[in-house]
């Protein structure tokens, strides 16, 4: 399922995991579907908004800017043409006498082109345009034109011509309905510009105010489910990939939300509207414009699958460069130590090299779509002018439905381009989505059991009973592993490298459950115990000490109130731990940088210890805790664990052999058991393991 560097191989989506993926992160959607139907809803507002300019213009052409009529002779027409005509042409204005008819110029064109060839081979017309004088223009312009037909509500017809001969003047007022009309429309377009873009704001804000919702709860139920998987779980899984999982695929995830499901379904009626809109307009005209669609839709799918391949390349470069760089910052200080630098420049210049080339293959990909695209839609616009230029020389189409059919064919072609971008978004997203789906349905962590027991009272009494475990269930790393350390007793641990003490102290944690046999804390087993409710009775302090970035009391407390006034305090004292915090500028208030950057290594152990110490844990593990800190510090955490062994009950986990010769018993582990055990005395007159090591460590 994972390629290299764990990334999920997109190769493995299809169709019905798609909708399984979906479906899965449909109840992170159900708590916003207000806001997605809000924005849904001022997408489709936008979207006729957008969709209503083109056609404002052309009524400003048609009604406004080419105010004419055409006329037709009705005195020799027979009674079924004479009908047929009122019937085709609406809004038809008759002379005075009945003798001529006069047709709308934006109302031409829904004439039957075979029943206007009939009138014109007969010749009844539409032949010449005229203007329409109104009623209270008709003393002023009686005379402007020797031809005149007078209508029937007051008004008269002149030929269109006669308006050349008049002043600039005599024009404006002529002509004065005709400019109201325009500035109506020019307020209406402004309007509608206006009301766009707020919508188009709002929808903007909902979309991100979606994602950002979104996002924010799958990020907090992926650190969720991260915290509550089992330690072996990290093991197996790279920490470069898990942080992938809740920043880069969260992000993805991001993209689809605002930038595919709901943009998509507005491009997508964008094109229904535009193609409903160019049939209303002249379907034939429209035929001739969808001629191309094929074209256009299969170069798509075959940008689409191209650019997929490309993007999932490139992907695939820009992790392996990722986990590059993560891995040598990590080790910044071997590079440098061994003056590894020229090689490490050498392989990072390789895999640099190797993520431009897959960049610059998705970049040649765009730079042919886009260029295509543009000319395929140059070309459709050539066609409709030639063809549609035709049809308003042949007064078959009105010169706005051309200038509007030329608008929405440009419109046509940039949501075509968006679909096919947002393809890639999608394909991106929906693996990221499988990647962050698969890490929520993982299932590696260690259940509490259903009744917990809850003990009155805890005395720290530690069983182990025939316990065998290894993490690999083929190779045991302890094997029939028996011991008890009694409450108040202080057990050291010890044995060579690979000895299964670690393991040990994994399965007091609870990290891991043995396979077989029981670990037992005050006589119940400790599969019985809640895990919050165990672990805040045993006081871990490891050999490798992480501190956080932020104030010292912060790493001390972990995010828990105090106790008491006096137990911090208490803790850093027994701790050895309180010259630290008196050397410190703001004391426990001094904020430690990342990994304790400015405090030394002994510091940051006995810090440790006050952190374990501070939460009045009943037994207190100590895994190494001495192994890698100078002389001074020694004697200080010697000083603290002798003061700690006196009330709390300790299991001490050394290398260092001096720090254990006060323990009251010693067991030697040896290949994953038991195989000495006693004080520091009695293991050192067998001459046996012990004895063995503790003279290869003298020497």
Do not use: C
Not at 29 to 37: A, G, K, V
Not at 151 to 162: E, R, V, Y
Not at 247 to 271: C, G, P, Q, R, Y
Request: no cysteine; charged share 25%.
């Amino acid at each position: 399922m994972f390629g290299e560097y764990g990334y999920m191989e997109e190769g493995k989506l299809g169709k019905p995991y798609d909708l399984r993926l979906l479906k899965r992160l449909a109840p992170y959607t159900f708590p916003y579907m207000r806001i997605i139907l809000s924005a849904l809803f001022l997408t489709i507002l936008v979207t006729l908004f957008d969709l209503a300019l083109p056609y404002i213009s052309k009524i400003a052409i048609d009604r406004y800017l080419l105010a004419s009529w055409y006329r037709v002779d009705l005195a020799p027409m027979g009674e079924a043409t004479r009908n047929e005509l009122l019937k085709e042409a609406e809004g038809i204005l008759e002379s005075k006498d009945s003798s001529h008819g006069f047709i709308p110029h934006e109302k031409i064109r829904k004439i039957d082109p075979k029943f206007l060839h009939d009138l014109r081979a007969k010749g009844l017309g539409p032949d010449e345009r005229f203007y329409r004088v109104p009623p209270d223009l008709r003393e002023k312009f009686l005379d402007i034109a020797k031809e005149r037909v007078f209508l029937k509500d007051g008004s008269f017809m002149i030929p269109f011509q006669a308006l050349e001969h008049l002043e600039a003047g005599d024009i404006l007022k002529l002509r004065e309905r005709d400019l109201r009309g325009l500035s109506l429309v020019g307020i209406a377009l402004l309007s509608f510009l206006l009301i766009s873009f707020l919508l188009g704001y709002g929808e903007y804000y909902l979309l991100e105010l979606i994602g950002q919702r979104i996002m924010q709860d799958i990020r907090l139920e992926l650190f969720q489910r991260m915290q509550s998987q089992g330690v072996g779980f990290f093991d197996r899984h790279p920490v470069g990939r898990l942080v992938t999982r809740v920043t880069n695929d969260i992000e993805n995830l991001n993209e689809m939300f605002k930038s595919v499901m709901v943009t998509v379904f507005k491009d997508v009626f964008i094109l229904t509207g535009i193609l409903i809109i160019l049939l209303y307009l002249n379907w034939r005209l429209a035929l001739v414009a969808f001629a191309l669609l094929p074209i256009i839709f299969g170069l798509a799918l075959l940008f689409s699958s191209l650019a997929r391949e490309a993007f999932r390349e490139l992907r695939a470069k820009v992790a392996k460069m990722n986990a590059f760089l993560q891995e040598r910052i990590t080790a910044m200080r071997i590079i440098q130590l061994f003056a590894s630098e020229p090689f490490q420049q050498e392989r990072f210049g390789i895999i640099n090299h190797e993520n431009y080339l897959a960049g610059m293959k998705q970049i040649k990909i765009f730079a042919i779509f886009m260029p295509v695209m543009d000319l395929f839609a140059s070309f459709a616009v050539a066609l409709i002018i030639w063809y549609g230029g035709g049809k308003v020389i042949n007064e078959q189409l009105s010169l706005g439905s051309l200038v509007a059919f030329i608008s929405y064919i440009q419109m046509f072609f940039r949501p075509i381009r968006d679909i096919s971008e947002k393809y890639n978004i999608m394909q991106s997203a929906m693996a990221s989505t499988e990647r962050i789906v698969e890490f929520l349905d993982h299932r590696e962590e260690i259940s509490d059991p259903e009744d917990p027991h809850k003990p009155d009272k805890m005395e720290g009494h530690l069983e182990f009973k025939n316990v065998s475990f290894g993490y690999d269930k083929e190779r045991l790393v302890v094997k029939n592993l028996s011991f008890e350390v009694k409450p108040g007793e202080m057990v050291a641990l010890v044995g060579a490298t690979g000895a299964g003490k670690t393991t040990v102290v994994n399965l007091m944690e609870r990290f891991y459950d043995p396979l077989e046999g029981e670990v037992l804390l005050d006589g119940v087993d400790v599969r019985r115990r809640a895990q919050h409710e165990l672990r805040s009775h045993i006081g871990l302090v490891m050999q490798d000490v992480f501190i956080f970035s932020g104030s010292l009391i912060d790493n001390i407390l972990l995010g828990k109130e105090r106790k008491g006034s006096g137990v911090l305090e208490q803790a850093v004292r027994q701790a050895n731990a309180d010259k630290v915090v008196q050397k410190l500028p703001a004391g426990f208030e001094h904020e430690i940088g990342e990994e304790g950057s400015n405090i030394s290594a002994g510091e940051r152990q006995l810090l440790s210890f006050a952190r374990a110490l501070a939460h009045e844990p009943k037994l207190l593990i100590l895994d190494e805790a001495t192994s890698s800190v100078d002389p001074e510090t020694e004697r200080l955490i010697q000083e603290a664990i002798s003061k700690m062994t006196r009330k709390h009950t300790t299991l001490v986990v050394a290398h260092r052999l001096s720090t254990i010769r006060n323990a009251d018993r010693i067991l030697v582990m040896h290949h994953g058991r038991i195989r000495e055990q006693g004080t520091h005395d009695e293991l050192m007159s067998l001459r046996g393991i012990y004895y063995k090591l503790n003279r290869f460590r003298e020497e």
